[in-house]
């Protein structure tokens, strides 16, 4: 098959001549054979890519984080505050609306000085928190992982940078939002590559990412809608194996093109923990923006030669 996702070679040439790379050519037969399936199933699941003692270390810096310090991104959806009547309108649309939005229908809340995080979720129900890389600088390394980086690299034929590092928090939630539906990510024209790091077991009860394998090659259900679950199920039944479901234990990467079809799932019970590592291609010419994540000159250096090519100059503060 063809990837619909891979970009005319002139055009490549055109838009990253900094940031090309014939990264694929020498690569090893193991990498080579994560790189095919990749292309043609726009997915690839890497166990035990975190060692145990560093995936230790990792769950400990980032609970020290969010539960201990109660530090996570505000303005946050709050389930607790929904209305299923005098918000129908936004749950129509999935919540697919501004911060602001939100925040005139009172549906988000901030932390007061002295919150817990236990008094906070109890409160609150929020249906996912997010913790950046930002506020535990020492994880940037797994972040930039060179086994990913290297499969990356020789994906896109172009170098990326990582435009954006944090985990997630899932938990149980009555109103779905908007990654808990069927849907293609379409908020970059050419390459998206996500790197998802399990830093909890997850199953069935407590949500796992579900993606469609060979949907990066499919022109079915056309990215920018989201598509309710009858509609999936259609083409690609529950039990088709088709549908990857991510049943894995903690320390697991999984990296997918996530132009193919794939959602979220609402844990039924619990909660996932779940590192995000965005890679995004820039053109030459692209202006820069607000970093959605910095790391210190200190933790820069710290990272190998290799590692730092895919670190934007802005976000080193």
């Known amino acids: 098959m063809i990837c ?14 900094n940031r090309l790379t014939s990264a694929g050519k020498s690569i090893d037969r193991g990498t080579k054979e994560k ?14 890519a975190i060692q145990p003692e560093r995936l230790a270390l990792i769950q400990q810096i980032y609970l020290k984080e969010l539960e201990g310090k109660c530090h996570f991104e505000t303005p946050c959806l709050g389930q607790n505050l929904i209305s299923a009547e005098k918000h129908r309108h936004l749950i129509d649309r999935h919540f697919l609306c501004s911060r602001k939005e939100l925040e005139e229908n009172k549906l988000t809340f901030s932390l007061k000085p002295g919150d817990t995080y236990t008094e906070t979720i109890a409160r609150y129900n929020p249906s996912t928190v997010k913790v950046y890389v930002s506020q535990m600088q020492e ?6 992982n060179e086994d990913v980086l290297k499969i990356v690299e020789a994906y896109m034929g172009v170098k990326p940078y990582l435009e954006e590092a944090y985990i997630r928090r899932n938990y149980p939630a009555r109103f779905k939002v908007m990654n808990h539906f069927w849907h293609r990510d379409v908020n970059q ?9 399990f830093l909890s077991d997850c199953s069935i009860e407590n949500g796992p990412h579900e993606f469609i394998l060979g949907s990066v090659n499919s022109g079915l259900f056309p990215g920018g809608d989201y598509f ?7 083409a690609y039944p529950p039990g088709s194996q088709n549908r990857l479901r991510s049943v894995v234990k903690a320390g697991t990467i999984i990296l997918e093109d996530t132009t193919g ?24 010419y692209a202006m820069r923006h607000k970093p959605l994540y910095t790391i210190s000159r200190t933790a820069f250096e710290q990272l190998n030669p290799y ?10 503060g």
């Not at 024209?189 to 790197?195: M, N, R, T, V």
């Open 4 to 17: 619909l996702t891979a970009l005319n070679p002139i055009k490549k040439i055109i838009k990253y001549p």
């Open 35 to 48: 790189l095919a399936q990749l292309k043609n199933d726009g997915c690839i699941v890497l166990p035990d």
């Open 139 to 144: 994880l940037i390394n797994d972040w930039l």
């Open 189 to 197: 024209p050419d390459y998206i590559l996500k790197a998802f790091i």
């Open 228 to 234: 309710p679950d009858s509609e999936i199920d259609a």
């Open 261 to 284: 079809l794939h959602r979220a799932m609402v844990p039924e019970r619990g909660y996932r923990d779940l590192g995000y590592a965005v890679f995004v291609p820039r053109p030459f």
């Open 307 to 316: 590692q730092q090519q895919f670190v934007p100059s802005e976000n080193i």
